[in-house]
């Protein structure tokens, strides 16, 4: 019975993550989707416990519910609109990325059973160490290469949103 | 009984194209936005549970979920303050109807 | 020492900058302390080098990094240091010196005065890098460098039009002397496959004379755009617009001999390559006269003072160009001294004056400058080779090397030379200190300049009167030619044995001269007879000649300047019609295939990742294709 | 079959362990709010010179008991033009994580919810989930004051947050483990941790008071100029789950205090009789607690502009000086931490002699622009 548990947690984390996604998209409130993408992304940090990478777990819900979430609900929020019926709410486009999206994420999907666990991988301890070794010893320069990025973006949102005269 | 790396692909596969489709019909720029950080979360899990299932030698994988936590914070930034000053110029975050640079 | 002979540089590099970044805002007036402070610890380090070297170090190089390595083709930036470039550090650095703390009186009360220490730190560092270079492409970073500063400086009142359309003139002669330098350099590298000075000297067998001709000719052309002999002299006169102390410090005594320098640096090609040698001394000997008759009626007494450095120069390339190259080098340290003496010496009568420079508004000055006067007095003297001043003993060796060399003409040139300049000093020192004052509104003002412009007008001073005898004696065979011996060495030139008698007569003779030229001045100036004026009717079309300086400018606006004007229209139209309207013809294509796809461009971003995902989904299909085996068959 | 402890079914015995430990740690929530808001009266009380709650059972005791009852007690209103699942969802988002933060405190030797090996990033990752609850609270409730009041805690709490985490990862270099076990053992005796890292100490309980939204950092409730901040619209059972969170957070913030810098459960006996490291671990805890109940009757609150300038000019800089200084030292000095110790406890000397001195010269020169502008 103990070997149900996770296959019953995947099945629920994935129900949640596929219908919460789709809600993003298909919510006709603006703050709605913003909630359910926080809902997804926890989601998927349970993804993460499951598949034992615990450390990636707590630092997809750091940034993605703690700062990313807060950050598009500031924009949200800095955004407002007035209601608007429901013919505007897509683009004139739909019918076709329908017709094209759905195609191919059936193939993909099913190209992605094809690939198998490897068979020496067995019970891998946690990943902290694994990854703190590659973030600061094999991947040392392109880690910092990825913060001079980050203050990039940072100073060249801050240009963007400044007000010129105050 | 583990589940199967297959599964975790397929579910990643399916949020991604849950996505684009976001990016796709969306009319709203925030929307669009978090569609897109959608898709990157798919790109994690996909990353982790190769990382996590697939290679028998170490376990770099992980490291790009780590540099997309930081492509996707800038991402996010940058795309809002670029959302922010469209909407300052006119009152509306509406794609379709900010289409200025058009040829 | 030696090891560190990079700090020579290196202190005015650092005064630049400092000066440069922090002296409009912050140093003010600690510019020109800062400036003089840094070349003072310079022309300590050069003294310590020079004593080094005299203790036996006669050749070193140092190495500071690899500057370019391509293939077999490696420049260091590596400074060699030898008695010629020690010498010349030890001269540079020391009028350097005495010349940035006299700029700190003469520049006072000018509103550029950071903006000025600044460009003279630089020219300094350039000059040093200039002096010390172990090849012909460092050498020519510091040429480029001090032509730069020379610009800069001579435009330095950019406000009045007259100093930056000398600025210009000057820097587009040291471009066509340049052009000639670089094809020196270029053949030098082709022929030897190094420009290092050392690997260049030691193969001088392997080129054939054409080459050697050709390389010489070449960088004896760049001499004379730097060194301001004929054909490119004229900027030099103009260059008398920027402040005096830059006239006395590029334009007389350092910068202006960096031609002589590479000439008595190439010795060994040139002696090597026989008839450059000659074209060297014929052009000097023609320019040291040519320059010396023009300045007998000027009355700028700076333009007095620039023909006479022209005149000066031409002295020493008819030294190297007789095989002479000691005296040359003799020569051009005692000038240096004498004559930034003298054109700080004149910086002080301006100063004095509040600006005029017109030697028939002044008269009588003697009384009102007394150090001035005396120390201008020493180096006119010096000047006009009198006895036992140090322009004496070098000139004399010049006039020497001449005879003994075996060109009596080029002597006699010299001697003519000697005694026109004796004349037109006298004119100068006597229009200028003696008689009774011209204008009285400017006599009762004038003043005597701070202490901080005479001591050194006094050191200098002291400079002018014991260096040549301290170094230069006994004629032929003093300090000077010991020290410099392995400069002389070189295969070709013949270190002359002359007799102490023929020494004597030579003297007596150049002497003569110069005591002749002075009498002739006093007789003319004092006594007016004949009258200076009735001597300028007398002499009409000549006077007239002189006076316009051989119409030697117009001639190069007529002939060169319009020739090349008419050459430019040419090239010009060409680029306008065929390079410009191919160009427009394929932009035109480019536009119209452009706007024809422009219709792509909705504007709704919706569309354009709805094709990447086209994009995708196409990759796709041809993966599974390829997949299946459509594809392989 | 295997056995779990005491002779359960381990499939029964682990979801009836979660349910005891929620159970408990509930109470414990619950019971421990309600001694925090007793104390924080009485204390603000004799403070300022008052007497506090008197009359209600024997020194007041029930009298927050009385309170809890009457909150409970209230009409659940909601006004009309609020979010309503919003609105309903907010005091849950900020009460949860909170709730879940107590896993991995180590109360006593064995006695802890589960022994993670990223404990500690577990408990910074849930505080900073508080922010979602607070943001969507103060847009739920439609209604200016809560929505600035919501907007200023949540760049409040993005803000502290960094210094926050650049102090704890100071600790974690010097003990090597991310484990709140393993860092509760790794400070025996008088080997506490806050003998080495004084400063990171006080830069994260500084950062902690903001974290907790407490004085002197109680902008998004700051009464004089936005009613109550995102509480405004709330009212009865809701409201006071607010005010459990913060309770909450205030013991979490404490017990990390306790865990990474005074040994946690380390105290007397508790090698004879592990449980009494409970009552050292609470007695410690709570001692902080009264810190915090200190400062918050001492000190007047901050402007936004100096919360803000306080975190970003002066706290960031010293923690990631500090930071950088510790991991240097330690890769210098593999094998001690004095020098560590040494440079923290000079860094903290200058901290607290410079900062008064700082302060002055950057006001008097504000004067003096002001002076100039007008």
């Known amino acids: 019975m103990l070997d149900l548990i996770e296959p019953a947690l995947f099945a629920v984390l994935t129900i949640a993550i596929v219908a919460a996604g789709a809600g993003v998209v298909l919510a006709n409130r603006i703050t709605t989707s913003a909630l359910l993408m926080a809902f997804t992304f926890l989601n998927i940090a349970g993804m993460f416990v499951l598949l034992g990478a615990e450390t990636v777990a707590m630092f997809q819900v750091l940034i993605y519910v703690g700062a990313i979430t807060v950050l598009i609900l500031y924009g949200v929020m800095f955004t407002p609109q007035s209601p608007r019926p429901y013919g505007l709410f897509f683009q004139t486009q739909k019918y076709w990325a329908a017709l094209l999206v759905v195609p191919i994420a059936i193939i993909v999907a099913l190209i992605a059973f094809s690939f198998r666990d490897s068979a020496t991988v067995g019970a891998k301890g946690g990943d902290l160490l694994p990854l703190a070794t590659s973030v600061f010893r094999d991947f040392a320069f392109p880690f910092e290469v990825a913060s001079v990025l980050l203050l990039a973006a940072m100073v060249g949102a801050i240009v963007l949103v400044k007000r010129d005269e105050d | 009984m583990a589940v199967p790396l297959g599964a975790f692909i397929a579910v990643s596969a399916v949020l991604f194209f849950i996505g684009t489709a976001g990016v796709l019909v969306r009319r709203n720029a925030v929307v669009i936005l978090m569609s897109v950080e959608l898709m990157l979360n798919a790109t994690n899990l996909a990353l982790v549970a190769f990382s996590r299932r697939y290679s028998s030698i170490d376990e770099r994988g992980s490291v790009f979920v780590v540099f997309i936590f930081v492509v996707a914070a800038a991402e996010v930034a940058v795309g809002l303050a670029i959302v922010l000053s469209a909407y300052r110029n006119k009152p509306t975050v509406d794609v379709d109807e900010i289409r200025q640079l058009k040829g | 020492m030696i090891q560190n002979v990079w700090l020579i540089p290196a202190f005015p590099l650092a005064a630049f900058l400092i000066d440069g970044l922090f002296g409009r805002r912050w140093l003010h007036k600690w510019t020109g302390v800062i400036a003089s402070a840094a070349v003072g610890l310079s022309a300590l380090i050069a003294i310590g080098v020079f004593l080094e070297v005299l203790g036996g170090q006669t050749r070193t190089t140092v190495t500071l990094y690899e500057w370019i390595g391509v293939g077999d083709f490696h420049i260091n930036v590596a400074a060699l240091v030898d008695p010629l470039s020690s010498v010349m550090l030890l001269v540079v650095t020391v009028v350097s010196f005495l010349i940035f703390v006299y700029s700190n009186g003469y520049m006072e009360h000018d509103h550029g005065f950071h903006r000025f220490f600044t460009w003279l730190s630089l020219f300094v560092f350039a000059m040093l890098i200039l002096v010390m270079a172990d090849n012909y492409l460092l050498m020519f970073v510091g040429w480029e460098g001090v032509g730069l500063c020379s610009y800069l400086l001579i435009g330095f009142w950019f406000e009045r039009p007259e100093p930056y359309v000398a600025a210009k003139k000057a820097f587009v002669m040291n471009r066509i002397g340049d052009w000639g330098y670089t094809i020196g350099m270029i053949t030098t590298f082709l022929v030897f496959g190094s420009v290092q000075f050392t690997d260049v000297f030691e193969h001088v067998g392997i080129a054939t004379q054409a080459n050697l001709t050709l390389i010489c000719i070449a960088f004896f052309f760049g001499a004379t755009g730097k060194s301001a002999q004929l054909p490119l002299y004229s900027w030099l006169p103009d260059a008398m617009e920027g402040p005096t102390p830059v006239s006395a410090l590029i334009h007389a005594a350092t910068m202006v001999t960096a031609g002589v320098y590479l000439v008595a640096r190439s010795m060994p090609l040139f002696a090597a390559a026989g008839p450059s040698l000659a074209v060297v001394g014929v052009v000097g000997a023609v320019t040291a006269i040519f320059a010396a008759t023009i300045a007998l009626v000027q009355f700028d007494i700076k333009r007095v003072m620039a023909y006479s450095t022209v005149s000066q120069l031409g002295y020493m390339f008819l030294a190297l160009g007789v095989g002479a190259p000691v005296a040359a080098i003799f020569h051009l340290a005692t000038h240096a001294f004498f004559k930034a003496l003298l054109f700080l010496g004149s910086g002080s009568v301006i100063h004095g004056l509040g600006g005029e420079q017109d030697m028939r508004k002044m008269g009588g000055l003697r009384r009102k400058l007394p150090v001035t006067y005396w120390t201008m007095l020493l180096a006119g003297g010096a000047l006009a080779a009198l006895p036992p001043l140090a322009g004496f003993w070098s000139k004399d060796e010049i006039v020497a090397a001449a005879f003994l060399g075996g060109y009596p003409v080029l002597w006699a040139v010299a001697i003519l030379t000697a005694v026109l300049t004796a004349f037109y000093v006298t004119r100068a020192m006597w229009l200028t200190f003696h008689g009774e004052p011209r204008d009285h509104h400017l006599y009762e003002h004038a003043h005597e300049s701070p202490a901080v412009m005479t001591l050194p007008l006094v050191a200098l001073a002291a400079g002018t009167v014991v260096l040549g005898i301290a170094i230069g004696f006994p004629p032929e065979t003093g300090f000077i030619h010991r020290f410099l011996g392995p400069v002389a060495q070189v295969e070709g030139i013949a270190e002359h044995a002359p007799e102490a008698a023929t020494i004597l007569v030579l003297a007596a003779i150049s002497v003569a001269a110069g005591v002749l030229g002075i009498l002739a001045g006093l007789s003319m100036y004092v006594r007016h007879r004949p009258d200076p004026a009735a001597v300028s009717r007398a002499a009409g079309p000549f006077y007239r000649l002189l006076v316009n300086k051989y119409f030697v400018d117009e001639l190069y606006d007529r002939r060169i300047v319009d020739a090349l004007h008419a050459a430019f229209g040419a090239m010009w139209a060409f680029d306008v019609h065929v390079i410009d309207g191919l160009a427009n013809r394929l932009g035109w294509l480019a536009a119209a295939g452009g706007s024809s796809l422009r219709r792509a461009q909705t504007g709704i971003v919706g569309n354009y990742a709805l094709t990447i995902v086209a994009g995708l989904l196409l990759v796709l299909v041809v993966y599974g294709g390829y997949a299946a085996g459509f594809f392989t068959r | ?374």
């Not at chain 4, 925090?36 to 005791?61: C, F, M, N, S, V």
């Open chain 4, 1 to 374: 079959m295997p056995l779990g402890p005491f002779g359960i079914d381990p499939v029964i015995w682990a979801p009836l362990r979660l349910v005891i430990a929620v159970l408990l740690v509930v109470g414990l929530v619950f019971n421990g709010a309600l001694a925090q808001i007793y104390l924080e009266r009485k204390i603000q009380a004799i403070i300022q010179d008052r007497l506090g709650p008197l009359h209600t059972g024997p020194w007041g005791l029930l009298q927050t008991f009385a309170d809890a009852i009457k909150l409970l007690g209230k009409e659940d209103i909601r006004a009309r033009l609020t979010d309503k699942w919003f609105f309903l969802a907010a005091p849950s988002i900020v009460f949860s994580p909170m709730l879940a933060s107590y896993v991995v405190i180590p109360f006593a030797p064995g006695i802890v919810g589960a022994d993670l090996n990223v404990g500690l990033l577990y408990m910074t990752t849930l505080g900073s989930m508080t922010v979602l609850g607070i943001v969507i609270a103060g847009w739920a409730s439609n209604n200016k004051y809560s929505l600035i009041g919501g907007l200023r805690s949540a760049g409040q709490l993005i803000s502290y947050e960094v210094p926050q985490i650049l102090s704890l990862v100071t600790v974690v270099l010097v003990v090597g483990t991310l484990s709140m076990v393993g860092i509760a053992e790794s400070q025996p005796g008088w080997q506490l941790n806050v003998l080495v890292l004084p400063l990171a100490f006080v830069t994260y309980f500084i950062a902690g008071l903001a974290e907790t939204n407490r004085a002197p950092f109680d902008l998004p409730e700051a009464e004089s100029e936005l009613v109550a901040g995102f509480l405004t619209e709330y009212s009865g059972m809701r409201w006071a789950i607010f005010f459990l969170a913060e309770y909450g957070e205030v013991t979490v913030v404490s017990s990390i205090v306790t865990t990474l810098w005074f040994g946690a459960w380390h105290g007397p006996f508790v090698e004879v009789f592990p449980l009494i490291g409970v009552l050292w671990f609470t007695l410690k805890t709570y001692l902080f607690v009264l810190v915090f109940m200190w400062i918050r009757a001492t000190l007047p609150r901050l402007r936004i502009d100096q919360l803000m300038s306080l975190c970003w000019k002066v706290l960031i800089p010293l923690t990631l000086t500090n930071l950088v200084i510790t991991a240097t030292l330690l890769l210098v000095f593999p094998s001690t931490v004095v020098p560590v110790a040494i440079a923290n406890w000079l860094l903290l000397a200058a901290f607290v002699v410079l900062l008064p001195y700082v302060q002055r010269r950057r006001l008097v020169a504000l004067r003096e622009r002001l002076r100039t502008a007008a």
